[in-house]
């Protein structure tokens, strides 16, 4: 019972990263014309806008930030391989948590003093010191929302790699393939080279 309580919860936590990761890939191409238009206005019209490098700005962050929990989801954060895959998967579960703790430990602080600096945003009015100066508020929402969904992924990760530790098995079983397949496929890849 408490094990399907543990899978229900990350589930929900792996599906709600999914979307903010996915739903923030269709900044990408709104970031790509916000470039080719600066460059055409700049270059062909002769005439540079105002708010085309703050918003490329933002939307770049936006897109890192919030990607980045999908990212982490994914496994797709770098790893010091030759170690990572000599040992035993217990040993990794090990070292993930180790990896883990550290990085809520960060993303913790960061979300709080982002937090701060949305406070200090809203009350001072802060802008960006450009000429179009948009407001900076929304780019610390955004910090808040995306340290949160990179804490509540890692917590998920850790979650799910405690458990292996403790009991041998996978919490979620349809994981269990797909790293089965990844640890399958690196393993190929290191007898080619």
């Known amino acids: ?12 936590i792996n599906r709600l990263v999914y979307w903010i990761g996915a739903s923030t890939s269709v900044l990408m191409p709104i970031l790509a014309f916000t470039v080719a238009f600066e460059v055409f206005s700049r270059y062909v019209l002769g005439e540079p806008t105002i708010w085309a ?29 030759v170690l990572y895959l000599s040992v035993s998967a217990r040993v990794r579960c090990f070292f993930n948590l180790i990896s883990y703790s550290l990085a809520i430990f960060f993303l913790a602080v960061v979300l709080m003093m982002s937090f701060g600096k949305f406070e200090e945003a809203m009350e001072f009015n802060y802008r960006r010191q450009s000429e179009w100066a948009p407001s900076m508020t929304h780019f ?16 998920s990760d850790t ?15 349809q994981e269990q393939e797909s790293t089965e397949q990844t640890s399958e496929q690196y393993a190929e890849s290191a007898g080619d080279v």
Do not use: R
């Open 1 to 12: 019972m408490f094990s399907k309580i543990l899978a229900f919860y990350c589930q929900v």
């Open 159 to 173: 979650i799910q790699d405690g458990y292996y530790l403790l009991t041998g098995k996978m919490l979620i079983e």
């Open 53 to 81: 490098y703050d918003v490329s700005l933002f939307l770049f962050g936006y897109i890192a930030a919030l990607g980045g929990a999908l990212a982490q989801q994914n496994k797709a954060h770098i790893n010091v391989d």
């Open 140 to 155: 610390w929402v955004m910090m808040v929302v995306a340290c949160g969904a990179f804490i509540l992924q890692f917590v």
